[in-house]
Nanobody, 119 residues
Framework: QVQLVESGGGLVQAGGSLRLSCAASGRSFSTYSMGWFRRAPGKEREFVAALNWSGGSTSYADSVKGRFTISRDSAKNTVYLQMDSLKPEDTAVYYC????????????WGQGTLVTVSS
């Protein structure tokens, strides 16, 4: 099974940007569709963005559409989430995962990376 490690979180002011990384180890994930999810304090984990295995199709939650961009570098076995125009409501722990149909997460969750957006 592939192991996923998220990084790149931190504290940023509203309107700022961050780029999250999700590094895979254990096996290549070049044939996997991948997604980003987040869990805000006191809320359920929610879908953020998805990228199909070929990299040709993406989807986003309405709340981040136009501000976040998911991408992958198969040579580095890494998936990215570029987050621009950040808002305080984007504050959450962000997780990546392999996904199946309907962006359903398939792997066990990793530690995630904390993003805090100050107003």
């Amino acid at each position: 099974q592939v192991q996923l490690v998220e990084s790149g979180g931190g504290l940023v002011q509203a309107g700022g940007s961050l780029r999250l990384s999700c590094a895979a180890s254990g096996r290549s994930f070049s044939t996997y569709s991948m997604g980003w999810f987040r869990r805000a304090p006191g809320k359920e984990r929610e879908f953020v963005a998805a990228l199909n295995w070929s990299g040709g199709s993406t989807s986003y939650a309405d709340s981040v559409k136009g501000r976040f961009t998911i991408s992958r570098d198969s040579a580095k076995n890494t998936v990215y989430l570029q987050m621009d125009s950040l808002k305080p409501e984007d504050t959450a722990v962000y997780y990546c995962n392999r996904i199946g149909g309907g962006s359903r997460p398939l792997n066990a969750w990793g530690q995630g990376t904390l993003v805090t957006v100050s107003s």
